[in-house]
């Protein structure tokens, strides 16, 4: 028991005969309880079982207190306990305790406490609600064969003298060290934001703790980082390629390689680390176009998800030119004087004239980067030159964005046309191959298709769709922005985000600022939702995702969507639909209040160049307090 002045431990309140381990599972979750509260009176806590019993199931009605993870707490105060104490119980197999994650519940700690209980206990049962959530610990006491041991891992863990037993300890025990990195991966995302190094962590704390060797290379925003080596490459025994752009493959040649998507290294992890070491992965072929093939099959990739990745190497190569030059250029537009020229708005001043012309330097380069990496892509090297030119006809003929989209994929399966063409040339002929043949007809077939088959019709679309936006009428407007707004938030980062985002950019080229303001209002509510949630709902988030959760305060306000994934990957059913539609209601007020933005990114740091702004942060605080409650009403709270 307590001594007078001294600090209740949770061994004060989890007495010996309160502790039964290795149980059977029970028939029912009452059954359970019953079990419990048996052991709850032989510790002397009760003076009437049977009414704290009643007490207890009333509140599992209320919402089951099955944390998931294998963890139970049952609870209540009652008049049927005469002093607070805990009793414990593990049932080593596993019991439907209707838990919040589905699975069996292993490890019960029932809470009794009657009413009125001081604050001082109400400290302790939150300690050790703690305490619980860390994995080794809780294996540690579903393992424990005596109370003794028990009740000395529970001291351990209280006053910090817990050790959890080494993953790589364990499994250097159970097999010799490995001589070489046994687990390859690469990693890359069309942005190099968060998708690659979410993936990377992902695979390297699945790997490690199964024991194993492993090194991932990232292909992010700053460049290949953590690059492996042909020595690596040829002792590793599996390799994985977790990638939504084209990576350098060549290099695996006549290995076994697990080739797929960079949300399958967050989410699937184990899965990929079984599949590279079963060796059923299928052998890579290197081909001219350094091209992946399905890991599944061992046949081609689909002609969508070819396209996608094409489309995003394009993507992730123009995003900086993008993204600099229209920060630039929107600068150029806040430091000028209207007064002066309105005809020359934006570099009326020497100052908005630098801005506009080192700007506008960076965003020229958009349509010819765009084109001239999907070519690239597609053809290697030879289809760069190809769509790059097909890429500034783009411009030139006023076919925009969409226009340089077409002439990249024209370029480079022209490109690839060619190298089959050629291919019976006399092998002398094969270094005249990439610096004549490929480019000279290649940019020959491009200026024909470019001017005569993409422009006419392309240009007509692109000038209607500029006019149209422009004419709409202010309800459809509203839709427009609620759909882009909304694609934002369905995979914060993904194929659908990408969509809604490209076609911004791409208005945004062609003069259009509406759209663009709706996306990025949408790309920012996520992660601010995350943080509001997390913040103002506390009970509905461990402590772990409380302190995420305070990170996406920054995520959001610099747009980086990708903040909330870790949340809608532990919980879609619920993040996702919230997400979506508080991005949806923030794109939509966006267009409701007129507002515009001329930079492509930068957050809450360009808002000075956007029009409306103020009713802008609004739009966001709207969409994100939304986002934020309709949460917290799906979300139940963890524990009572």
Not at 35 to 56: F, H, P
Request: aromatic share 8%; net charge negative.
């Amino acid at each position: 028991m307590k001594k007078e002045g001294f600090p209740l431990h949770i061994n004060d309140l989890l007495k010996p005969e309160s502790i039964a381990l290795g149980v059977s599972a029970p028939a029912s979750k009452e059954a359970a309880i019953r079990l419990l509260a048996d052991c709850m009176e032989k510790g002397g806590n009760l003076s009437d079982k049977e009414q704290y019993i009643r007490d207890v199931l009333a509140r599992e009605e209320s919402g089951t207190t099955g944390l998931g993870d294998g963890i139970a707490t049952p609870h209540a105060k009652s008049d049927g306990v005469k002093a607070a104490g805990l009793a414990a119980m593990t049932v080593p197999d596993g019991m439907d305790f209707a838990a919040m994650d589905g699975n069996p519940s292993r490890l019960f700690f029932m809470i009794a406490a009657p009413n009125g209980a001081n604050d001082e206990h109400l400290a302790i049962l939150s300690k050790l609600a703690t305490m619980i959530m860390d994995p080794d610990f809780k294996e540690a006491l579903i393992a424990a064969k005596t109370v003794e041991e028990f009740r000395q891992l529970v001291d351990d863990k209280e006053n910090d003298r817990f050790v959890a037993p080494s993953a790589e300890t364990a499994a250097a025990e159970a097999t010799p060290a490995a001589d070489h990195i046994q687990i390859l991966a690469v990693t890359a995302c069309p942005t190099g934001i968060a998708h690659t190094f979410m993936a990377a962590e992902s695979i390297e704390q699945h790997a490690k703790k199964r024991g194993l060797t492993v090194k991932v290379e990232t292909n992010g925003s700053a460049g290949v980082k953590n690059v492996l080596t042909p020595e690596e490459i040829a002792a590793a025994d599996g390799i994985i390629v977790a990638a939504d752009k084209n990576v350098a493959m060549s290099r695996f040649d006549g290995r076994r390689v697990v080739i797929t998507k960079v949300a399958d290294g967050i989410n699937k992890a184990d899965e990929l680390i079984d599949r590279a070491l079963s060796g059923s992965a299928p052998i890579y072929r290197a081909s001219g176009a350094d091209e992946a093939e399905n890991a599944d099959g061992g046949e081609e990739e689909s002609l969508a998800r070819q396209i996608y990745k094409h489309l995003m190497n394009g993507v992730s190569h123009m995003l900086p030119f993008v993204v600099g030059g229209g920060i630039l250029i929107a600068l150029a537009f806040l430091f000028d004087d209207y007064s002066i020229d309105p005809s020359k708005f934006g570099s009326n001043t020497p100052l908005a004239q630098f801005f506009m012309q080192v700007g506008g330097a960076s965003f020229g380069f958009m349509l010819p980067v765009l084109a001239g990496f999907i070519g690239m892509s597609i053809a290697d090297r030879p289809g760069l030159a190809v769509g790059f030119v097909g890429g500034a006809l783009a411009g030139t003929t006023g076919t925009g964005f969409l226009g340089a989209l077409l002439a990249g994929f024209v370029g480079g399966y022209a490109v690839n046309a060619l190298k089959k063409v050629f291919a019976g040339l006399p092998a002398s002929l094969d270094g005249i191959k990439p610096i004549l043949l490929y480019p000279f007809f290649g940019i020959l077939i491009m200026g024909f298709i470019s001017l005569y088959i993409i422009a006419p019709p392309v240009s007509a679309i692109n000038n209607w769709m500029i006019a149209t936006l422009g004419g709409m009428d202010p309800s459809a407007r509203v839709l427009m922005g609620l759909i882009v707004g909304g694609m934002m938030a369905v995979d914060m980062g993904g194929p659908i985000n990408k969509a809604a985002y490209v076609t911004g950019t791409g208005l945004l080229a062609s003069g259009e600022y509406h759209v663009m303001a709706a996306v990025m209002a949408g790309g920012m509510v996520p992660p601010l939702a995350i943080a509001l949630a997390t913040t103002f709902f506390k009970n509905r988030f461990t402590e772990s995702q409380r302190k995420a959760g305070i990170t996406n305060y920054v995520m959001g306000l610099s747009f980086i969507t990708e903040g909330a994934i870790p949340f809608a990957a532990a919980d879609p059913v619920r993040v996702i639909p919230s997400m979506v539609v508080g991005s949806a209601l923030a794109g939509a007020l966006t267009m409701f209040f007129d507002c515009t933005l001329r930079a492509p990114h930068g957050g809450i740091f360009v808002v000075p160049t956007i029009g409306s702004p103020l009713m802008y942060l609004v739009s966001i605080l709207i969409g994100a307090v939304v986002g934020a409650v309709i949460l917290s009403l799906l979300k139940k709270p963890i524990k009572g």
